[in-house]
Nanobody
Framework: QVQLLESGGGSVQAGGSLRLSCSAS????????MGWFRRAPGKQREGVAT???????VYAGSVKGRFTISKDNAENTLYLQMNSLKSEDTAMYYC??????????????????WGQGTQVTVSS
């Protein structure tokens, strides 16, 4: 059973940075697609970024140029570097994994595995 454990969330002022980490375990084959999703209070869950086994990345337009997704296969760890944070980035952030290639569009996409989430709060 795939297990995903996020860390690195916290409170930061607007313009600041945070790096989220996700430690993955419980699988024989590396997931084809890993990513970050988030849910803000009162809003629907949305995709933030995904990364495929070949390193191809997809970002939400709202975070492109500010966030960077990366992974260390040797350490089974996924990262999300978040810079120039805005108050609208406040949300619970979830690490996700799937044994299918990452979709190029996230409409209707629900990853197969989810972590428990880590809270990010950005104050203006």
């Amino acid at each position: 059973q795939v297990q995903l454990l996020e860390s690195g969330g916290g409170s930061v002022q607007a313009g600041g940075s945070l790096r989220l980490s996700c430690s993955a375990s419980g699988y024989t084959y590396i997931p084809d697609c890993m990513g970050w999703f988030r849910r803000a209070p009162g809003k629907q869950r949305e995709g933030v970024a995904t990364i495929d086994t070949d390193g191809t990345t997809v970002y939400a337009g709202s975070v492109k140029g500010r966030f960077t997704i990366s992974k260390d296969n040797a350490e089974n760890t996924l990262y999300l570097q978040m810079n120039s944070l805005k108050s609208e980035d406040t949300a619970m952030y979830y690490c996700t994994a799937d044994f299918l290639s990452c979709p190029r569009q996230w409409v209707g996409y629900v990853p197969g595995y989810w972590g428990q989430g880590t809270q990010v709060t950005v104050s203006s």
